[in-house]
């Protein structure tokens, strides 16, 4: 049987088609996700877009709710510098969130808007084991260049440039997702499998494996991914 479409970013919490398998981000501000839909596993952070609307504690609250419920990872955290949140609080709840991420042991999804220098900066004095994916990158090839070269991995969504997928795949660190795009996964693995000239079998395989990794999931056939989360 044929790997699962992994869709590695969504906001949508129905349950994707039995061929694929999502991992569904919420922010902190939303409260407690209510139990997976089939073929699903959540993420959960703080969003900064949401950052006022938590108290001086929400790092606290973050840790308290990760240890409520079988999370896979940690995020959506990140920087934004086209949102109205104060930029210096975000810099402080992201490096929290870094920390927080390595004390549990959770991969960190990241959502970045202007803010690869910082990001960066953080990456490089913290020095973290845990692996951090940039969802939904739109970036040139030479920004993916510089995020490949310090180790991270890049979600790609609807909208990317070919370059910087083909990039990414070659590291063996791409990922795709929907994010809040009203279309399925599969849909964007077709499109990304003609962008690289790669069969689609190959590109569900390849990706399967390297979800496999990130998420510490077993080497489990297909159809039995979902009964291991």
Do not use: N
């Not at 969504?10 to 039995?18: G, K, L, V």
């Not at 949140?85 to 960190?108: A, K, V, W």
């Amino acid at each position: 049987m044929e790997a699962p479409f992994i869709d590695l970013h969504t906001h949508h919490e129905a349950a994707p088609s039995a061929e694929a398998w999502q991992l569904i981000s919420r922010s902190l501000s939303e409260g407690l996700p209510p139990a997976a839909p089939p073929h699903s596993a959540y993420s959960l952070g703080i969003h900064p877009w949401y950052i006022d609307t938590l108290g001086e504690d929400a790092l606290l609250q973050l840790e308290q709710a990760l240890g409520q419920s079988p999370f896979l990872a940690l995020g959506e955290a990140g920087l934004d510098k086209r949102c109205g949140t104060d930029y210096s609080r975000q810099q402080q709840l992201l490096r929290g969130e870094i920390e927080l991420s390595e004390r549990l042991q959770l991969p960190l999804i990241l959502h970045l808007v202007k803010g690869t220098a910082e990001l960066l900066a953080l990456r490089r004095e913290l020095r973290p084991h845990m692996p951090w994916v940039i969802h939904g990158f739109r970036g040139k090839a030479t920004e993916a260049a510089q995020l490949l070269d310090q180790g991270l991995y890049l979600s790609f969504g609807r909208y990317y440039h070919p370059e910087s997928l083909a990039l990414a795949h070659r590291a063996d660190a791409a990922f795709l997702e929907t994010d809040e795009a009203p279309l399925p996964i599969e849909d964007i693995y077709t499109e990304a499998a003609s962008a690289l000239g790669l069969p689609l079998p190959e590109l569900r395989h390849q990706l399967y494996e390297r979800c496999q990794r990130l998420l510490a999931l077993p080497p489990a056939p297909a159809v039995s991914l979902a009964a291991t989360l």
